[in-house]
């Protein structure tokens, strides 16, 4: 009997091992699922969220390329009306210009053109001075030329009255020089 309690106790602790193995192999092995679980749904998550996140950018470049796209199609439209626009603002800034270089080059000349009258005006207020001065110098030379003559007459007067009373005055002598009985 002490053999059959020796091995009914070897058999215990055999038991009491193996059981104890085979629970420490399931602890070992539920740590490890558990372990290998969590790692799987660290992935998963990871993986979804990496999913997710290129799906939210998929999405937001396919939203652009629409814009794009819608942008290109209209790029036609827009630019008509732009460069219509720009041809609008362009022709209306020219006409500006135009009109306002056409106003200075009127204002210059009727600048010019009043200059000009003016100094015509005072050409003509000389010319009309000149030709009163010149009337007047004319004026002037036949009075000196009527004196001159007048001179002349007087001084062939005077020289012939001169002779005159020379031959009077030789008359006189003459007779002055008769004795009184010759008169």
């Keep these: 009997m002490a053999e059959q309690k020796r091995r009914a106790r070897e058999k215990e602790e055999y038991r009491y091992s193996f059981s104890r193995e085979q629970q420490q192999a399931k602890d070992q092995f539920a740590d490890q699922m558990a372990k290998a679980q969590k790692e799987w749904d660290e992935r998963k998550a990871k993986l979804e969220a990496d999913i997710a996140h290129r799906q939210q950018t998929m999405k937001s470049q396919e939203e652009e390329v ?22 609008k603002e362009t022709t209306a800034r020219l ?17 010019q053109k009043n200059v000009q009258s003016t ?29 001159v003559q007048e001179i002349a ?3 062939i007067e005077g020289s012939a009255s001169a002779k005159q009373l ?14 009184a009985s010759e008169r």
């Design 66 to 87: 629409n814009e794009l796209r819608q942008k290109v199609e209209a790029f036609p439209k827009e630019l008509d009306a732009v460069t219509a626009k720009v041809i």
């Design 95 to 111: 006409q500006q210009e135009a009109t306002a270089r056409e106003q200075l080059l009127k204002q210059e000349f009727e600048g």
């Design 119 to 147: 100094r015509i005006a005072s050409l003509e207020q000389q010319v009309a001075e000149q030709a009163e001065r010149l009337t007047k110098l004319l004026g002037q030379a036949e009075k000196a030329y009527a004196q």
């Design 153 to 155: 007459v007087r001084a």
């Design 166 to 179: 020379a031959h009077l005055q030789q008359l006189l002598a003459e007779q002055g020089r008769k004795p």
